[in-house]
T-cell receptor, first 112, second 113 residues
Framework: QKEVEQDPGPLSVPEGAIVSLNCTYS??????FMWYRQYSRKGPELLMY????GNKEDGRFTAQVDKSSKYISLFIRDSQPSDSATYLC????????????FGEGTQLTVNP | DAGITQSPRHKVTETGTPVTLRCHQT?????MYWYRQDPGHGLRLIHY???????DKGEVSDGYSVSRSKTEDFLLTLESATSSQTSVYFC????????????FGEGSWLTVV
């Protein structure tokens, strides 16, 4: 069983919709949580980074972490066609240095 | 953009031939990583380096070797390429401070025929 589970989609939504992307994990040692966005044929780029339970907001993006349920989410408000990409969750334990464990990624398409 | 350059960006090679991918960084970061990305598996760590000449294995290291003779360069070598090593390879870097996260290069597409 994978340490990090992420529904690969694909997910298709109309422009302006609220998007919810989710990951679950099994390793209770994970303390740092990230979301990366990856456009087609490009490298992943860091979108959000958090290390505590609760919400973190950055513009149209909100990252939510629930350590008790081992569940993280990324919400995208007022989604735009430019948000069409694959979104990967990633996480690491404090003792794993900088090595990350990734989810498989969710492919999102926002239709104009 | 993080100062990471991967070369070559695209390569087609034959089974059994050696292949070396190069990662060059201009950020003077301590840590460097090689990941591969495959459908159904996401990103998986092959090898990483925590300093010059200091390297360690990741979760899918079989068939790969690495070297880091300078802070800025991290080489990934496939000693004898196999079709199962057809993949997209990403180099990544991070600093040494607690909480530093990882920044990725643009990827190297490798096809083994």
């Amino acid at each position: 069983q994978k340490e990090v589970e992420q529904d690969p989609g694909p997910l298709s939504v109309p422009e302006g919709a609220i998007v919810s992307l989710n990951c679950t994990y099994s390793n209770s040692a994970f303390q740092y949580f990230m979301w990366y966005r990856q456009y087609s044929r490009k490298g992943p780029e860091l979108l959000m980074y958090t290390y505590s339970s609760g919400n973190k907001e950055d513009g149209r993006f909100t990252a939510q972490v629930d350590k008790s349920s081992k569940y993280i989410s990324l919400f995208i408000r007022d989604s735009q066609p430019s948000d069409s990409a694959t979104y990967l969750c990633a996480m690491r334990a404090a003792t794993s240095g900088s090595r990350l464990t990734f989810g498989e990624g969710t492919q999102l398409t926002v239709n104009p | 953009d993080a100062g990471i350059t991967q070369s070559p960006r695209h390569k087609v090679t034959e089974t059994g031939t050696p292949v070396t991918l190069r990662c060059h960084q201009t950020e003077n970061h301590r840590y460097m990583y090689w990941y591969r990305q495959d459908p159904g598996h996401g990103l998986r760590l092959i090898h990483y380096s925590y300093g010059v000449k200091d390297t360690d294995k990741g979760e899918v290291s079989d068939g790969y070797s690495v070297s880091r003779s300078k802070t800025e360069d991290f080489l990934l070598t496939l000693e004898s390429a196999t079709s199962s090593q057809t993949s997209v390879y990403f180099c990544a870097i991070s600093g040494s401070q607690v909480g530093n996260t990882i920044y990725f290069g643009e990827g190297s597409w490798l096809t083994v025929v």
